[in-house]
């Protein structure tokens, strides 16, 4: 099995998918006008599909309150400084600075104008491909 998308339940999903057109380089596959307001979003690459809503029959998660680690979205980064700042500049909050692993990757972690963790990475070796 293929897995058809990951989905976060966010309190703007219409501000958020606009933000992540603009600054994030995703494109909307589809979306709709009224409640939930439901937008699914894919990468550059095509390879992954993020559906945002906003369903206020369940709780809505405080993403803000959440470490990073618990949860977010990567992006690949081929600058990571230039990205960093960019995403800087258009709203997102830094959670971390430019770290790089043993294994020899360099990331970093953001968040979101909404709080959702954003980690900008660059593999040493690529995980797929």
């Given at each position: 099995?293929?897995?058809?998308?990951?989905?976060?339940?966010?309190?703007?999903p219409?501000?958020?998918a606009?933000?992540?057109?603009?600054?994030?380089?995703m494109?909307?596959?589809?979306?709709?006008?009224?409640?939930?307001?439901?937008?699914?979003?894919?990468d550059?690459?095509g390879?992954?599909?993020?559906?945002?809503?906003?369903?206020?029959?369940?709780?809505?998660?405080?993403?803000?309150?959440?470490?990073?680690?618990?949860?977010?979205?990567a992006?690949?980064?081929?600058d990571?400084?230039?990205?960093?700042?960019?995403l800087?500049?258009?709203?997102?909050?830094?959670a971390?600075?430019?770290?790089?692993?043993?294994?020899g990757?360099?990331?970093?972690?953001?968040?979101d104008?909404?709080?959702?963790?954003l980690?900008?990475?660059?593999?040493?070796?690529?995980?797929?491909g």
């Amino acid at each position: 099995m293929d897995i058809e998308h990951v989905a976060l339940n966010v309190p703007d999903p219409v501000a958020m998918a606009r933000w992540y057109v603009e600054h994030l380089g995703m494109r909307v596959l589809r979306q709709l006008a009224e409640t939930p307001f439901t937008h699914f979003l894919a990468d550059s690459a095509g390879r992954t599909v993020l559906e945002l809503y906003g369903n206020t029959k369940v709780d809505m998660p405080n993403y803000a309150a959440w470490d990073p680690l618990t949860l977010h979205v990567a992006f690949r980064s081929e600058d990571m400084a230039k990205d960093r700042q960019r995403l800087l500049e258009a709203g997102a909050s830094a959670a971390t600075g430019i770290s790089v692993t043993p294994a020899g990757d360099e990331m970093t972690f953001l968040r979101d104008p909404w709080g959702v963790g954003l980690q900008l990475i660059k593999r040493a070796r690529p995980l797929m491909g």
